[in-house]
């Protein structure tokens, strides 16, 4: 089965959405979407590198966040 596509923005975008429904994530200051080449399917062709407020590290809940969105949707 096929992956929807979606843009950069628009990953970026539900990420910060989800990040901001959780008040213990306020370490997350933003996130950036990278394309990954090559890629083979079923793998993602897409990454996500958190900006977080000094040294620290993205919940694990984040980063099933990013697992989950990225079985889901491919990279336009």
């Known amino acids: 089965m096929a992956k929807a596509r979606r843009k950069a923005l ?3 975008e539900a990420i910060m959405l989800e990040v901001r429904r959780h ?5 997350i200051l933003g996130v950036t979407i990278t ?3 090559p890629v083979a399917p079923p793998h993602p062709n897409w990454i996500a590198v958190f900006t977080m407020s000094g040294p620290r590290v993205a919940p694990e ?6 697992t989950h969105l990225q079985n889901e949707f491919d990279l336009e």
């Open 23 to 27: 008040p213990k994530w306020t370490d």
């Open 35 to 37: 394309e990954r080449h």
């Open 10 to 12: 628009e990953l970026q």
């Open 61 to 66: 809940r984040a980063f099933r966040l990013i």
